[in-house]
């Protein structure tokens, strides 16, 4: 059975100013409820462009994104509420403490302090943080940053999540917290876009995947689909197969 | 309601944690009013409230010597060291290594220059009034020259100031001996006292008037300066703190994440300024009280805030913070990095106050300067603590300064928004 479409991405394009060639170039995608819908491709690719546009961040050159809740258009005010937004940067204040912190953008999120609190706590707790709860974020690991990252995404409780490179740059236990926690988002009910160079991750988690380039899908389906279409053996070997070995520094 | 809390503790948490900022914002300021209000009210109490101290060597063996030196002493301008052991040629070395900074030499024919001087006016009187005279006595002789050493470190003006002031008691003595000639060359036999004081008391006076208006109670001395100057100059500083916080940010994708979040990004802002507009007022109220509670404490003017007109103040106060702010967050939203927007910032602030008379007050530089002075915002925060301080000024002698400083304002919070909007934050 297919879930209904809640992100309806529609001949999407972006040029940055002064930049000769579109970053994203009409690209279409749909993205279903429950998905975890990997967006995977080289540097450069317009994958963090892609997710940028999705979460508000700036608008499109072209080109039309439809969020939809129960079948119907979502207005621009309630996109905000129910999505979640991981960036690839620690997007929070390495000055306070991840309890402070995450009390303080669940309050943006519109939740009450008691309300915050209590979800910061608990959040803290599932992503192994309660210990470290009330020391400044600065004094932490990598993982230990991630993973705070990953926190304050997900203190409101989006219905659709965005994770832009969420592992990079930690250790396999941090790493495994992460993934395990988006699993079980997923079987919750959140749909999770997530962008990733770690392929095996991908192949582990997402049920969907767009393989781009050049602002461009160049594939899309789900693994077992595209592997098969593709007669590939992998997905690293998909990867290299539809993108070439050349740099794209 | 909740998010402009949420946004206030997280700024404030945020500030606590940036205990260099605090330092710099609080510690920084009450340091510099102390020392240099300390440095400058001995060099102002020297010039203007001490005796000068005055070492006096006296080789003249008639009595104009010893009567100038304590005319002088008894003037309550100079404080007399009598050194007559010294030669002159040893006066020189004794400013230069026992740290005295004036010297006047009373040399050997004082009196007998005075004396033959007085004899030769009295008897060119006596003969334009017909009288006979002795013409034996009539010849002048080479008048005496007193001599003045002074440190090099002190003033033009200040050496003439005392020089001055010696020749006219110095010219005194001369007229007293004139007189006490005629009286005697007439032989004469009232006394010569009663003419003395007409001629030496009886003169034309000179009254002080402080130009300011009668509100304004406050004097001005080096606690009126140094407490409202680098008061402001702290509230500048602050675009250490509040700019390497809002580079922070920016960098660190705080902001990106802000955007996507429900509500009005500009909520976040305004909390931000709304903070930093609490401590520059905090900064005030507590360099303000030192200047008024401590610093008498440890013999410094105590500082004085006329109440003619607190609402005036009390708008000035909001406009300084708000500049410094608006300024601390244009500083803040250009800079690309932390170091980049503390080198910047300091530099220019330390720029704004030298150039806008935080460190030497503006009507003691170069025409050209006060001219460049006007481009300091510091200038302008400082021309309305004077004029509210000094001066008793009213809503209308304050116009330009609020003027002024709301065209700063305006013009750090357009520049703030245009980059904001470029980079796509806003």
């Known amino acids: ?249 | 309601m909740n998010k402009f809390t949420a946004s206030i503790r997280k700024e404030i948490l945020l500030l606590l944690s940036d205990k260099t900022g605090l330092l710099l914002m609080f510690a920084m300021p009450l340091l510099l009013v102390l020392v240099i209000t300390i440095i400058q009210d001995s060099v102002y109490k020297v010039v203007n409230e001490n005796k000068i101290p005055l070492l006096v060597v006296n080789h003249d063996p008639g009595g104009q010597g010893e009567k100038l030196i304590e005319t002088l002493g008894g003037s309550g301008v100079f404080e007399i060291e009598a050194r007559n052991d010294l030669r002159p040629g040893q006066l020189k070395e004794e400013l230069i290594s026992k740290g005295k900074l004036i010297a006047l030499y009373l040399p050997e024919n004082l009196t007998s220059g005075i004396v033959n001087n007085a004899t030769v006016v009295s008897r060119l009187m006596m003969k334009d009034m017909g009288m006979e005279f002795d013409s034996a006595r009539q010849t002048a002789g080479p008048m005496p020259e007193l001599s003045f050493y002074h440190d090099p470190v002190l003033q033009e003006s200040y050496t003439i100031s005392v020089m001055n002031i010696i020749r006219s008691y110095m010219r005194g003595l001369e007229i007293a001996v004139v007189i006490d000639r005629l009286y005697e060359d007439s032989e004469l036999e009232a006394r010569p006292d009663l003419l003395k004081e007409k001629m030496l008391s009886n003169n034309v006076s000179i009254r002080p008037v402080l130009a300011r208006k009668e509100g304004g109670i406050a004097t001005p001395n080096s606690t009126q300066h140094n407490v409202p100057a680098w008061t402001i100059f702290a509230m500048f500083f602050m675009v250490v703190s509040l700019g390497a916080n809002i580079v922070k940010e920016r960098l660190s994708g705080s902001f990106l994440r802000l955007k996507t979040m429900p509500g009005s990004f500009r909520l976040v802002i305004a909390s931000k300024m709304l903070v930093y507009m609490i401590v520059a007022v905090l900064q005030v109220c507590v360099i303000f009280s030192i200047g008024i509670f401590v610093l008498p404490y440890i013999d410094l003017p105590r500082l004085n805030i006329p109440s003619g007109n607190f609402p005036a103040f009390a708008l000035i106060v909001l406009l300084i913070s708000f500049s410094a702010v608006s300024y601390a967050l244009t500083i803040g939203t250009y800079s690309k990095t932390v170091e980049q927007a503390n080198g910047i910032g300091a530099v220019s602030v330390v720029l704004f106050a030298a150039i806008g008379g935080i460190w030497v007050p503006t009507f003691m530089m170069p025409g050209y300067m006060k001219v460049i002075s006007h481009f300091s915002p510091l200038h302008w925060c400082l021309e309305g603590f004077y004029i509210l301080f000094l001066k008793g000024g009213s809503w209308y002698e304050l116009r330009w300064v609020i003027l002024f400083l709301c065209v700063f304002i305006v013009t750090c919070q357009l520049l703030t928004y245009f980059k904001l909007r470029s980079e796509k934050i806003v």
Do not use: W
């Not at chain 1, 991981?86 to 999120?109: D, I, K, R, S």
């Not at chain 1, 992503?127 to 993973?147: E, I, N, T």
């Not at chain 1, 990079?168 to 395990?180: C, N, P, T």
């Open chain 1, 1 to 249: 059975m297919i879930n209904p479409p809640v992100i309806r991405v529609e001949n999407l394009s972006l040029q940055y100013r002064d930049a000769a060639e579109l970053s994203l170039d009409h690209l279409s995608i749909t993205v279903c409820k429950n998905d975890i819908y990997g967006l995977l491709g080289p540097n450069g690719a317009g994958k963090t462009s892609l997710i940028s546009i999705l979460c508000g961040v700036f608008g499109p050159t072209s080109g039309k994104v439809t969020y939809y809740e129960d079948s119907r258009p979502m207005p621009p005010a309630r996109v905000r509420q129910v999505i979640g937004f991981v960036p690839q940067e620690y997007a929070f204040y390495q000055e306070l403490t991840p309890l402070q912190n995450l009390e303080y953008f669940g309050a943006m999120y519109g939740l009450s302090i008691k309300e915050a609190r209590s979800r910061a706590l608990e959040t803290l707790a599932i992503l192994g943080l309660q210990k470290a709860a009330d020391s400044p974020v600065m004094r932490f690991s990598g993982g230990m940053k991630r993973r705070v990252n990953l926190a304050i995404g997900i203190i409101h409780r989006p219905s659709v999540l965005f994770l832009d490179e969420p592992t990079v740059g930690v250790d396999v236990q941090s790493k495994h917290a992460i993934i395990r926690h988006l699993k079980q988002l997923s079987r919750q009910g959140t749909t999770i876009v997530y962008t990733s160079h770690h392929l095996a991750e991908a192949e582990e988690i997402c049920n969907r995947i767009a393989l781009i380039d050049h602002g461009k899908v160049i594939a899309e389906d789900t693994l077992e689909h595209l592997l098969a279409t593709h007669r590939q053996p992998d997905l690293a070997a998909l990867f290299i197969g539809l993108t070439g070995e050349e740099f794209r520094d």
